[in-house]
């Protein structure tokens, strides 16, 4: 039997993971809406990144299926100048996570191997 962790829930875990995060969201593919969310930068908007991230999502899925892919998505990442942008889609792929990392302050493999543990968990 699979264990479900509520969204509010999974952003605390993660936020004691990795507490200088940017910004944390758990987000519904479907709708673009954070079901939870939380920001380190008082001007970062978590509700514009999730919105947008979610038609990458989208449009990726789109793909794989125009191409005929018998793939799933385990994670897209978004390389900035400074920063790191992860997309972590749930088994089920009807949320993922996104996180907006410092890439001075966060090394990859760990913020993957922290994503990997909390949507093995989310539904």
């Known amino acids: 039997m699979s264990v479900t962790v509520a969204p509010n829930q999974t952003i605390q875990e993660i936020l004691k993971e990795l507490p200088s995060l940017i910004a944390v969201a758990v987000v519904e593919t479907e709708t673009g809406m954070p079901l939870a969310a939380h920001s380190n930068i008082a001007s970062f908007d978590i509700e514009t990144a999730a919105a947008y991230n979610t038609e990458v999502v989208k449009q990726k899925l789109k793909a794989i299926s125009a191409l005929k892919l018998n793939q799933t998505i385990q994670d897209i990442l978004l390389t900035l100048t400074d920063q790191l942008h992860l997309l972590k889609l749930s088994p089920n792929g009807q949320k993922f996570i996104y996180l907006a990392?410092?890439?001075?302050?966060?090394?990859?493999?760990?913020a993957r191997q922290v994503l990997k543990a909390h949507t093995d968990v989310l539904s």
């Open 101 to 110: 990392v410092n890439s001075r302050d966060t090394n990859l493999a760990v």
